[in-house]
């Protein structure tokens, strides 16, 4: 089992829908980031956070410690949006720069 | 040039060739990151480099040499690969190393022949 998961694998949404995507970690962590990579391979950070809740724009980033669980929303979401998001976690106490990644989850958003 | 550049964007190679990949970032960062992606796996961390040194290297074949000659320049010299190699390799860099936004560049998409 990967120590970083995410869901869903795949997901198909209308223009407008507003989105969630789901991230759930098995270790201690320092930071979790939330990483947009679009088709061509350019990875963009979206987000990095430790408690809390951030927005940017149209995106939401909340995440809960206790529960080891995080959440990328996208409202109002547009085919602009259509992308691979990525998950990924900075383990607590782990070796510099080590960030787990999870496999991603591919958005596509339909005119 | 802003941000983190790679080149070249696609290389394909022999497994006899040698070749480099290219990192170069204009942050002002001082970490540089070399990570391989296969299809359908997560983000594998090859190489992290802080101040110039080599801070971590994941049990990364010898094929796969680094260099760091300064604070904005990354390699990744390649030798002797084999097709299982093929992967898009990122570049990034951050501000120190441990637990900060890291900053990508492109990508370079690699095939082995």
């Known amino acids: 089992k990967n120590e970083v998961e995410q869901s869903p694998q795949n997901l198909t949404a209308q223009e407008g829908e507003f989105i969630t995507i789901n991230c759930s970690y098995s270790?201690?962590?320092?930071?979790l980031h939330w990483l947009q990579q679009h088709p061509g391979g350019g990875i963009v950070s979206l987000f990095m956070?430790?408690?809390g809740k951030k927005k940017h724009g149209r995106l939401i980033a909340t995440i809960n410690i206790q529960e080891k669980h995080s959440s990328l929303h996208i409202t109002a979401s547009h085919p602009r949006d259509s992308a691979v998001y990525i998950c990924?976690?900075?383990?607590?106490?782990?070796?510099?720069?080590?960030?787990?990644f999870g496999k991603g989850t591919k958005l596509s958003v339909k005119p | 040039e802003t941000g983190v550049t790679q080149t070249p964007r696609h290389l394909v190679m022999g497994m006899t060739n040698k070749k480099s990949l290219k990192c170069e970032q204009h942050?002002?960062?001082?970490?540089m990151y070399w990570y391989k992606q296969s299809a359908k796996k997560p983000l594998e961390l090859m190489f992290v480099?802080?101040?110039?040194?080599?801070?971590e290297n994941n049990s990364v074949p010898s094929r796969f040499s680094p260099e760091c000659p300064n604070s904005s320049h990354l390699f990744l010299h390649l030798h002797t690969l084999q097709p299982e190699d093929s992967a898009l390799y990122l570049c990034?860099?951050?501000?120190?190393?441990?637990?900060?936004?890291?900053?990508f560049g492109p990508g370079t998409r690699l095939t082995v022949l």
């Open positions: 942050l002002g960062h001082n970490a």
């Open positions: 990034a860099s951050s501000q120190e190393s441990w637990g900060n936004e890291q900053f």
């Open positions: 270790v201690g962590i320092s930071a």
């Open positions: 480099y802080s101040l110039e040194e080599r801070v």
């Open positions: 956070l430790s408690s």
């Open positions: 990924a976690v900075g383990k607590y106490g782990g070796s510099q720069g080590n960030l787990i």
